[in-house]
């Protein structure tokens, strides 16, 4: 009888039956400890565990996918003019977030940028994705109701849309807490600049900006309110087109960062000088708000947060855990509604989390 260990000297990957051997088990035990199984001991999980990882031994994703369903891959989802992500200052950081989380949970993340009518339903129905997060709130309406009937966990990150788990920010509370602050500095020329005003966030923080403003007898005239285009120039477009119009606000708001720092090149090129005659006010903090001269006042996001805490609910729905209410961060409010699970998918699941945005004053004001 040959009792030798299978031996990896050669050169070769290590398989399950080094790992078997090596431990003193049998392949079956191996296996049900690398895919979770139930029936073995918490001694004996440790010791397959570390024999695999001293070992070096990676589990083949396709042989995984044939014996339990799953890929082992998170999709993320994001609409191509984000792209390429990795040089948006906003999502970088949010998909970083993302991938962190995954990580920890021996989950890989899938990329894939939305070029075409119905390729966010394909990414969700081909199966090579357990669950799929959908980041940005410029997706399309129906695809997100239709993402419903696919039968795979969907997690909404900087978005929500009913029925659908979401993570997303009080965008109105930043529309506020902008012209509070504008309010309290004197201004009583608002404007407001953007790249679009048909981004649903954009929208929600000129509402809470309308509101204040309205509460403290101050007019935001339709003059006083442009868009530039979706690109980095967008801030400085709209800021020209508010200054053709004759109008000369004391204060600004930029429904981002972006949109700010571009705004203030136009200023500048006018003639008009920031503080001094035009207060400013963004909304992100990316890492370029703080380096612009003068420094940016923005409504900072926590954007690593907002994708950490996507993923984690994209990996509660595969386990089939049922989340209970509150959850909440950096004094953010969080809404969270469980429904049925079944077989460890989401059958019917509402659940959101609201992060508050906090004000960062800057020179710019």
């Not at 049998?26 to 990882?53: D, F, H, I, P, W």
């Not at 989950?107 to 994705?129: F, M, P, Q, T, Y």
């Not at 006018?270 to 006042?297: E, F, M, Y």
């Amino acid at each position: 009888m040959n009792n030798t260990k299978p031996s990896t000297r050669s050169g070769g990957k290590p398989t399950i039956k080094h790992v078997a051997a090596e431990a003193g088990v049998g392949v079956g035990t191996v296996s049900r400890v690398l895919n979770e199984e139930q029936g073995v001991s918490s001694a004996m999980r440790e010791r397959v565990l570390r024999v695999a990882k001293d070992l070096g031994y990676a589990r083949s994703s396709v042989g995984r996918s044939l014996k339990t369903g799953m890929t082992g891959n998170v999709g993320v989802a994001i609409m191509s003019r984000h792209a390429p992500v990795i040089l948006n200052p906003f999502y970088a950081v949010v998909i970083g977030g993302i991938e962190e989380v995954l990580e920890e949970h021996d989950r890989h993340l899938l990329l894939s940028s939305l070029r075409r009518k119905g390729h966010l339903l394909d990414l969700a129905k081909e199966g090579r994705v357990d669950a799929l997060l959908v980041v940005g709130c410029d997706i399309d309406s129906t695809d997100l109701e239709l993402l419903k009937g696919t039968g795979r966990p969907v997690v909404l990150v900087d978005h929500s849309h009913p029925g659908l788990p979401s993570v997303t920010v009080d965008h109105v509370a930043a529309g506020r807490l902008a012209a509070e602050h504008l309010m309290e500095r004197g201004c009583r020329r608002p404007a407001f600049v953007s790249e679009n005003l048909e981004n649903p966030n954009f929208r929600m923080r000129l509402e809470g900006f309308k509101a204040v403003l309205d509460e403290h007898g101050v007019k935001l005239s339709a003059t006083g309110i442009a868009a530039g285009g979706d690109s980095w120039e967008g801030g400085y477009h709209a800021m020209n087109r508010v200054l053709a119009s004759g109008v000369t606000p004391d204060g600004v708001f930029a429904a981002n960062d972006p949109a700010a720092l571009s705004a203030m090149r136009a200023l500048n090129e006018a003639g008009l000088k920031v503080p001094q005659d035009v207060k400013i006010v963004g909304c992100d903090d990316i890492h370029l708000a703080s380096q612009s001269q003068p420094p940016l006042t923005t409504l900072a996001i926590e954007k690593r947060r907002l994708g950490q805490l996507g993923a984690e609910l994209a990996i509660e729905l595969l386990a089939g855990e049922a989340v209970g209410a509150g959850a909440a961060t950096n004094g953010a409010e969080g809404e969270r509604m469980a429904g049925a699970i079944e077989g460890g998918r989401a059958e019917v699941r509402t659940e959101t989390i609201v992060l508050t945005p906090t004000l960062t004053v800057r020179a710019s004001t």
